[in-house]
């Protein structure tokens, strides 16, 4: 089955900085690659996603980037504000809402004043 | 957006008592329903797959006599976790999506502790 890896497990940023969060994948056939924010007691909220005929995607400070050569992803988060502070959930997936998401392990971001 | 209700929020029971949680769609038929069991500080672990009208489909390890699930609508999924004890205090979180699509949608989440 596939097999989500993410890194850094933790990221301290200060406000304004860059965070980048990366991810790798095991099975080639995963073409879709969603993104999730968890705040303390909450479910995880999607804040972008990627298919796999997308190398990039952007949504004003958010971006992701693809790559399936060598199975890897990454979200880009800039100008970071205190309020981007919560764990961050990279997963993948084959084609359709009926299969079933494989999940990272999550990165806790705290961005300080 | 879609939207996916869940109830309650929060759960305090006592150990060996039976406790239901519930999944709404409210604006999209859910073809398809994931719980999820969340530890404190881990991932989302998958627990079952339920596709409308069909049995549940549990993941490995995961006991589908005490983890009753029900998926007898489009959208409406409930979890019932029967004979409760300590161990399965966790964060239990479903999600909804139709097979015509390529997005989740999430619920809020239930606390359950059994005390």
């Known amino acids: 089955g596939e097999n989500v890896e993410q890194h850094p497990s933790t990221l301290s940023v200060q406000e304004g900085d860059s965070a980048v969060i990366k991810c790798t994948y095991s099975?080639?056939?995963?073409?879709?690659f969603p993104w999730y924010k968890q705040e303390l007691g909450k479910g995880p909220q999607l804040i972008i996603d990627i298919r796999s005929n997308v190398g990039e995607k952007k949504d004003q400070r958010i971006a992701v980037t693809l790559n399936k050569t060598a199975k890897h992803f990454s979200l880009h988060i800039t100008e970071t504000q205190p309020e981007d502070s919560a764990v961050y959930f990279c997963?993948?997936?084959?084609?359709?809402?009926?299969?079933?998401?494989?999940f990272g392990t999550g990165t806790q971001l705290k961005v300080e004043l | 957006g879609a939207v996916v209700s869940q109830h309650p929020s929060w759960v305090i029971c006592k150990s060996g008592t039976s406790v239901k949680i519930e999944c709404r769609s409210l604006?999209?038929?859910?073809?398809?329903m994931f719980w999820y069991r969340q530890f404190p500080k881990q991932s989302l672990m998958l627990m079952a797959t339920?596709?409308?009208?069909?049995?549940?489909?549990?993941e490995q390890g995961v006991e589908k006599d005490k983890f009753l699930i029900n998926h007898a609508s489009l959208t409406l999924s409930t979890l019932t976790v029967t004979s409760a004890h300590p161990e399965d205090s966790s964060f239990y979180i479903c999600s909804a999506s139709h097979r015509q699509m390529d997005g989740y949608t999430f619920g809020s989440g239930t606390r359950l502790t059994v005390v």
């Open positions: 339920s596709n409308e009208g069909s049995k549940a489909t549990y």
């Open positions: 604006d999209f038929q859910a073809t398809t």
């Open positions: 997963a993948a997936s084959t084609k359709g809402g009926g299969n079933k998401l494989t």
């Open positions: 099975d080639s056939a995963s073409n879709y």
